[in-house]
T-cell receptor
Framework: GAVVSQHPSWVICKSGTSVKIECRSL??????MFWYRQFPKQSLMLMAT?????????EQGVEKDKFLINHASLTLSTLTVTSAHPEDSSFYIC????????????FGNGTRLTVT | QKEVEQNSGPLSVPEGAIASLNCTYS??????FFWYRQYSGKSPELIMF????GDKEDGRFTAQLNKASQYVSLLIRDSQPSDSATYLC?????????????FGQGTILTVHP
């Protein structure tokens, strides 16, 4: 069954507004979560690594001031897309590792963001 | 720049056949490899992972890893129409990249009745 819960599943927002996406680990603590983005017909691209109690680590080319990540507890990480634009429309997926460091990642159900 | 390359698709096989999906990776420090299946509009779901050279079998799925050749594959036996999806290969790098997954571009598999 699902071990990572993501909310909302889809959201439509107007250009210039901000959108918050939540990622929760169910029945386990996740000190690290990963945020991916997937454009249509493309593969997953890692955006950032979310670390509980510390700043996120962003991949090259990802604007940290635009994609705000907060990992305030061991079971919740949030991604806020600030001042969204149509080019931010994408499928955002969080993931977490269940168990030890060598364990595989499990993904949330994803959030389809459409910016009009 | 780490790269994970998958064989170009789409791949079409008849029901009951063996589907072979291939992947090569550039980072010799990569420690482990993962195969995910992704249905259209859905997030990826883990099928198998492999750490050691050789074969690993799980039901109808067999993952093969050859670190010397930097090659990993996934065989699906007795393919079913429900196996039709995009298959993503990913590696978890070593060194400073440890813990991060790098995905290939995916191979679309269609199993026709």
């Amino acid at each position: 069954g699902a071990v990572v819960s993501q909310h909302p599943s889809w959201v439509i927002c107007k250009s210039g507004t901000s959108v918050k996406i939540e990622c929760r680990s169910l029945d386990f603590q996740a000190t690290t979560m990963f945020w991916y983005r997937q454009f249509p017909k493309q593969s997953l691209m890692l955006m950032a690594t979310s670390n509980e109690g510390s700043k996120a680590t962003y991949e090259q080319g990802v604007e940290k001031d635009k994609f705000l990540i907060n990992h305030a507890s061991l079971t919740l990480s949030t991604l806020t897309v600030t001042s969204a634009h149509p080019e931010d429309s994408s499928f955002y997926i969080c993931s977490a590792r269940v168990g030890q460091f060598a364990s595989p990642l499990h993904f949330g159900n994803g959030t389809r963001l459409t910016v009009t | 720049q780490k790269e994970v390359e998958q064989n170009s698709g789409p791949l079409s096989v008849p029901e009951g056949a063996i589907a072979s999906l291939n992947c090569t990776y550039s980072d010799r420090g990569s420690q482990s490899f993962f195969w995910y299946r992704q249905y259209s509009g859905k997030s990826p779901e883990l099928i198998m992972f492999i750490y050691s050279n050789g074969d690993k079998e799980d039901g109808r799925f067999t993952a093969q890893l050859n670190k010397a050749s930097q090659y990993v594959s996934l065989l699906i036996r007795d393919s079913q129409p429900s196996d039709s999806a995009t298959y993503l290969c990913a590696d978890r790098g070593g060194g400073t990249s440890y813990g991060k997954l790098t995905f290939g571009q995916g191979t679309i598999l269609t199993v026709h009745p």
